[in-house]
Antibody
Framework: QVQFVQSGAEVKNPGASVKVSCKAS????????VHWVRQAPGQRLEWMGW????????HYSQSFQGRVTFTRDTSATTAYMEVSSLRSEDTAVYYC?????????????WGQGTLVTVSS | EIVLTQSPGTQSLSPGERATLSCRAS???????LAWYQQKPGQAPRLLIYGASSRATGIPDRFSGSGSGTDFTLTISRLEPEDFAVYYC?????????FGQGTKVEIK
């Protein structure tokens, strides 16, 4: 079965960086784009963008362009999301999910979420 | 960017009652690429409805979706105790893929 297992919760100081991992299993990793979604406390879900595992091409939502970087390791079927220059507003749960690359699909399978807390 | 506005913000109902949730888009959602998700505290969202009206795998038939263009509705025909949660709509036909702000269905 399709499964995403994300790395554990993180607590970071303002200005630091954080890298969240998302280990995929149960499907052909390179057939699907990996998307990232952020949810700040009590807020709506925000789509951050995607990465194409085949070639590493990325697309970032305008709201997240500049401090967010998506990468992947195809041999490990793992996607990564890094946020640099962390601010208190980056405190949120970050989810990974997928859709069939090149198509419009809803997000049926989700990781369990990774809570990132930014606090001094 | 397509902005999705959900109403009401909170709906207080009793088990067995009918819930009707609305999602309005700022522009037409292409090919009815509109989904509904359920989210409970501490959990990831769960896909309920896609294509505006198709139930996802394993979703009970008390959940139904309707609508097209800019107006969409999620209906829960008879609320079960496990249905009290927050519901989000999402359009996935254009970039950025946007979500509504959510409707909380709480126990009256």
């Amino acid at each position: 079965q399709v499964q995403f297992v994300q790395s554990g919760a993180e607590v970071k100081n303002p200005g630091a960086s954080v890298k969240v991992s998302c280990k995929a299993s149960g499907y052909i990793f390179t057939n699907y784009a990996v998307h990232w979604v952020r949810q700040a406390p009590g807020q709506r879900l925000e789509w951050m963008g995607w990465i194409n595992p085949v070639n590493g091409n990325t697309h970032y939502s305008q709201s997240f362009q500049g401090r967010v970087t998506f990468t992947r390791d195809t041999s490990a079927t793992t996607a990564y999301m890094e946020v640099s220059s962390l601010r208190s507003e980056d405190t949120a749960v970050y989810y990974c999910t997928r859709d069939l690359f090149g198509s419009s699909e809803p997000f049926e399978h989700w990781g369990q979420g990774t809570l990132v807390t930014v606090s001094s | 960017e397509i902005v999705l506005t959900q109403s009401p913000g909170t709906q207080s109902l009793s088990p067995g009652e009918r819930a009707t949730l609305s999602c309005r888009a700022s522009q037409s959602v292409s090919s009815s690429y509109l989904a509904w998700y359920q989210q409970k505290p501490g959990q990831a969202p769960r896909l309920l409805i896609y294509g505006a009206s198709s139930r996802a795998t394993g979703i009970p038939d008390r959940f139904s979706g309707s609508g097209s263009g800019t107006d969409f509705t999620l209906t829960i025909s008879r609320l079960e105790p496990e249905d009290f949660a927050v519901y989000y709509c999402q359009q996935y036909g254009s970039i950025p893929k946007t979500f509504g702000q959510g409707t909380k269905v709480e126990i009256k």
